[in-house]
T-cell receptor
Framework: KQEVTQIPAALSVPEGENLVLNCSFT??????LQWFRQDPGKGLTSLLL?????REQTSGRLNASLDKSSGRSTLYIAASQPGDSATYLC??????????????FGTGTRLLVSP | DTEVTQTPKHLVMGMTNKKSLKCEQH?????MYWYKQKAKKPPELMFV???????INESVPSRFSPECPNSSLLNLHLHALQPEDSALYLC???????????????FGEGSWLTVV
């Protein structure tokens, strides 16, 4: 059974710092890996999607890497801003026997960026 | 338009009530999903619909009854729920397997359900 863990569970940093969020998964047979952002009381916003054949993806100040063999992904946030404060969820996509993709989510990292 | 729209945003219902959650997308996606997220927990898959047919039921109790009346709409009918069913219910959509673009899943804002 796929298990996804995120470290740290919570992180508090001053504005402007570069930071790294970690995600690890137990089964390397994944289809892809996605990073989501969730603001309090809100749904999920997809940030980056890395296919299993890719090593990294970048979008603006965000960079996500994937190392399937070691079961790890990192989300790097450059020059953090108070607006980055949210919970960040890592989700691995596993193909089910029906061909559909099931997302297995990590436990999340709650990020607080102080002005 | 990359939106998945869910209504209502908040719902309070008694244990004997019957209510429904609604989800709509106009991205031409033929796969639609219901996820459940308890407070401070990650989302968990409940149901998957493909081409308006139920493809996956993750052992969800029968008091939750999904319905896909057409390719744009997904409903979740609720009956005789328990207080422990209180959670955020998230709808999502994507292309079906084998279609491009691959795998991008779009989530709605969710419906907050409180069972009293």
């Amino acid at each position: 059974k796929q298990e996804v863990t995120q470290i740290p569970a919570a992180l508090s940093v001053p504005e402007g710092e570069n930071l790294v969020l970690n995600c690890s998964f137990t089964d390397s047979a994944i289809y892809n890996l996605q990073w989501f952002r969730q603001d309090p009381g809100k749904g999920l916003t997809s940030l980056l999607l890395i296919q299993s054949s890719q090593r990294e993806q970048t979008s603006g100040r965000l960079n996500a890497s994937l190392d399937k063999s070691s079961g790890r992904s990192t989300l790097y946030i450059a020059a953090s801003q108070p607006g980055d404060s949210a919970t960040y969820l890592c989700a691995v996509g596993a193909t089910m026997n029906t061909g559909f993709q099931k997302l297995v989510f990590g436990t999340g990292t709650r990020l607080l960026v102080s002005p | 338009d990359t939106e998945v729209t869910q209504t209502p945003k908040h719902l309070v219902m008694g244990m004997t009530n019957k209510k429904s959650l609604k989800c709509e997308q106009h991205m031409g996606h033929r796969a639609m999903y219901w996820y459940k997220q308890k407070a401070k927990k990650p989302p968990e898959l409940m149901f998957v619909y493909s081409y308006e047919k139920l493809s996956i039921n993750e052992s969800v109790p029968s008091r939750f009854s999904p319905e896909c009346p057409n390719s744009s709409l997904l409903n979740l009918h609720l009956h005789a729920l328990q207080p422990e069913d209180s959670a955020l219910y998230l709808c999502a959509s994507s292309q079906v397997p084998g279609h491009l673009p691959r795998n991008t899943i779009y989530f709605g804002e969710g419906s907050w359900l409180t069972v009293v």
